[in-house]
């Protein structure tokens, strides 16, 4: 229970990576400024938040089971607690999609969707009710690099986060008429155990339904590229936390949070040519005719990313 003075803070998928690292951090925080509640689908699965909270398990951080894609798990999570009163709500469950889109079944588009939009929608129309009475509040989205710009073979992915993208601009509005801010952290690549296993995975799986020209540059140009972005640009989980850390305790948090300036130039590039050609011409020839020369510049900005330039990339401000 939340002793007086406390924010209390519902994360969303805290098992592993991103989520286990916000709910630690805030839990841990010095002054102690925060009572985490912790979610799970499963919480068998609790063992790593649990060694990684240490002391502040079960005094700052305490944990329940929440399914993002179901209402009643949503609804029952929510009445677990005291008073329905979150005063922060960070959405971050989420799940990837990656492969050339001909061989991706339905069913597995949907259930990004369920996850990554509907999930986040879910959770938002449970607490904005009491946050909008209170006139305060603040909700969180992990959103992604990927909605604000498209990146080949991620289609489905990027889809959903540009659909949340869409549906935070238009919320937003209508929230700060209420004195309930909104904010989106938007990471590039972040090194998480999911992400190198899902790599891992799809380098080895069969495309039916995918040309073998498709499955080659996905496999032989795609992934290559990928691996060396993520060696060169990726953040860990503990930056993403600091960053939503600094969103959270702003005074006037910002809309939109960007956590790797790296990526400045490459969301800028979008809107700086109002025909999209710029970005997707750029985009197709760095991947498909000059993919040794991106090998090299990435292995160039590996060795210059010194740790000075990582700590520069986690602030949102």
């Given amino acids: ?112 969707f369920e996850t990554n939009f509907f999930g986040v929608v879910r959770m938002i129309k449970e607490v904005m009710p009491d946050m909008k009475k209170r006139r305060a509040g603040h909700i969180v989205v992990m959103s992604s690099v990927m909605g604000l710009q498209g990146v080949v073979f991620n289609d489905i992915y990027t889809a959903s986060k540009f659909a949340m993208e869409g549906f ?19 990471p590039g690549p972040v090194h998480t155990e999911f992400e190198t296993k899902m790599m891992e995975d799809v380098a080895k799986m069969e495309y039916p339904g995918a040309d073998a020209d498709t499955v080659r540059y996905f496999k032989d140009v795609y992934l290559p590229s990928s691996k060396d972005i993520f060696e060169a640009m990726g953040q860990t989980p503990e930056d993403i936390a600091k960053c939503t850390k600094k969103v959270i305790e702003s005074r006037n948090p910002r809309f939109r949070n960007l956590t790797n300036s790296l990526y400045t130039p490459i969301v800028a590039m979008k809107y700086a040519d109002e025909t999209g050609g710029l970005s997707v011409n750029t985009f197709y020839n760095l991947l498909f005719n000059f993919g040794p020369l991106m090998h090299i510049t990435m292995s160039i900005l590996k060795c210059l990313t010194c740790s000075c330039l990582r700590r520069r990339t986690i602030s949102p401000n």
Wanted: aromatic share 2%; with cysteine; proline share 2%.
């Fill in 1 to 112: 229970m939340a002793s007086s003075g406390q924010k209390v803070v519902l994360i969303t998928g805290c098992s592993s990576g991103i989520g286990l690292r916000i709910a630690v951090l805030l839990a841990k925080d010095e002054k102690k400024r925060y009572h985490v509640i912790a979610t799970m689908r499963d919480l068998k699965k609790k063992d790593k938040l649990v060694e990684a909270a240490g002391d502040a398990y079960g005094k700052t951080l305490m944990l329940l089971p929440l399914d993002v894609c179901s209402d009643e798990s949503v609804k029952q999570c929510i009445n677990s607690v005291k008073d329905r009163h979150i005063d922060i709500l960070i959405n971050n469950a989420g799940v990837g999609l990656l492969g050339p889109v001909e061989s991706i079944c339905m069913e597995d588009m949907k259930r990004v």
């Fill in 168 to 186: 935070c601009e238009s919320m937003g509005v209508q929230l700060l008429k209420f004195n309930v801010h909104l904010s989106m952290i938007e």
